[in-house]
């Protein structure tokens, strides 16, 4: 029942020699790529914490995951192509849920955050893990494969799959894939605007593998050439601290509990959007873009002649008290 | 395990010391007015801008809209933009030619130079 291998495990030489390319492609001029060292430090110590943090915790969710299947509903067997087939589209269909989740509500966003922190989009972003995914539960979503009837071993495998998958995509050096592909599969075009913080881009394309699942659900934004990815979060983070990126929004949804007045404040602060208040004085997503949709349709107005144009504030008109 | 762990620690120092090797971050020139405007317009494109002090490094600025000041400083090779009240900021205590803003998260300092703080000009 246990894995017969591990995808991830197998996959990390791959990772490194993958890395070591882009760094030495992009430093003979050969591909696009930045690296500031200190960022990919924190990427690097992160991955490693993951996997440390998933030896210590991986014993309980695999359990978990073979007592539910022992009261499955159907035996699914391991060996059958079509069960790895249908494996493939379910795990895929979990994943855009959980990923979906882990940004749209804070308490998931909290584990996420880590992986969106690095302001540079390379292939050690892609080993920017958590390290408090135990904690959140989202592991949870998986068991209902198990209940249904594919064995632990076979989901945790599928799992290892996308996760290996989802490597090669944290890069700027592929800038589009052939058509069909692009139109199927999530691609490093797709995630680079999952990665960035443009308030036109946010939360879009949660795709693990099938980019379908946000064309079908309505989440999917196409890479604008004309407006590009700025990496990192809303609020990016004030150092390179590991353990600040780590538990920097945990922190924060203590001490917004800590001053909370009532239940509806400790739910909102805990299940809430990312960045929500009792009194909407915080940026959510959702106002970030309604307030870019209102400047692109001041814009547009003003372009057409309809209002007259804002002045521009041009450089030293503004500029007061330097020394 | 702790072959792997001690092997996966020399992995990433490796990895590290190559990427410091390859000097592959964003050219981040210093920061002067027309840098200013642009970083201010994408940071805080719904706040008017109504005078901007950079700092004597070149590594921040603070701009000021109405009540409310918005602090630009430098992080490796990109910016952090916070705001907070212009109030706060101005109060702000100058250390061996730096104003710690302790007022905002992570507290950064900015480099005053030889000039006065605040700048009469910005204050007023």
Not at chain 1, 233 to 245: A, E, Y
Request: neutral net charge; hydrophobic residues 50%; proline residues 6%.
């Amino acid at each position: 029942m246990k894995p017969a291998f591990d995808p991830v495990q197998m996959a990390i030489p791959f990772f490194v020699i993958a890395i070591v390319l882009e760094v030495l492609l992009a430093r003979f001029g050969k591909a696009k790529a930045n690296y500031e060292p200190r960022d990919a430090a924190t990427s690097l110590m992160m991955g490693l914490g993951n996997s440390i943090v998933g030896i210590l915790t991986g014993g309980a969710v695999f359990a978990a995951s073979l007592w539910v299947y022992e009261h499955r509903l159907f035996t699914i067997p391991m060996t059958a192509v079509w069960a790895w087939v249908v494996l493939f589209f379910a795990e895929d269909l979990t994943y855009y849920w959980f990923h979906r989740l882990s940004h749209e509500r804070r308490f998931w966003w909290a584990s996420h955050v880590n992986h969106h922190s690095s302001t540079h989009y390379n292939l050690t972003t892609a080993l920017r893990q958590t390290w408090t995914g135990g904690v959140a539960g989202t592991w949870l979503l998986w068991l209902p494969l198990s209940f249904l009837g594919f064995p632990p071993a076979m989901v945790a495998i599928q799992k290892g799959v996308s996760l290996v998958y989802q490597f090669w995509i944290h890069t700027e050096a592929v800038r589009r894939m052939p058509a069909w592909f692009e139109a199927v599969f999530n691609t490093p075009s797709h995630h680079r605007v999952h990665h960035a913080r443009n308030p036109r881009y946010l939360d879009a394309n949660y795709a693990g593998i099938l980019i379908i699942w946000d064309r079908l659900f309505g989440t999917f934004i196409p890479e604008d050439d004309a407006e590009p990815c700025r990496y990192g979060i809303v609020r990016n983070l004030p150092n390179f601290n590991l353990l600040t990126n780590v538990f920097h929004e945990w922190i924060g949804i203590g001490r917004d509990l800590a001053r909370s007045r009532s239940p509806r404040e400790v739910m909102g602060y805990l299940f809430g959007p990312p960045g929500w208040s009792p009194d909407g004085s915080r940026e959510t997503s959702h106002t970030l873009k309604a307030r870019w949709r209102a400047r692109e349709e001041r814009a547009a107005a003003e372009l057409k002649g309809e209002i007259p144009a804002l002045r521009q504030a041009q450089g030293e008109d503004l500029l007061q008290g330097r020394n | 395990m702790v072959i792997q762990l001690v092997g996966s620690a020399v992995a990433v120092a490796a990895l590290v010391g190559l990427v410091a090797w390859a000097r592959l971050a964003r050219p981040t020139p210093p920061l002067d007015a027309e840098g200013a405007v642009r970083l201010l317009a994408e940071e805080f494109p719904d706040d008017r801008v109504d005078a901007v002090w950079l700092a004597a490094d070149s590594g921040g600025l603070i701009a000021r809209s109405g009540d409310l000041a918005l602090v630009l400083w430098r992080r490796g090779d990109g910016y952090v933009a916070r705001s907070a009240s212009w109030a706060d900021v101005i109060a702000a205590d100058v250390d061996e030619g730096r104003i710690k803003l302790r007022a905002i998260e992570g507290a950064p300092a900015l480099a005053v130079g030889d000039g006065p703080w605040p700048p009469t000009e910005v204050a007023a």
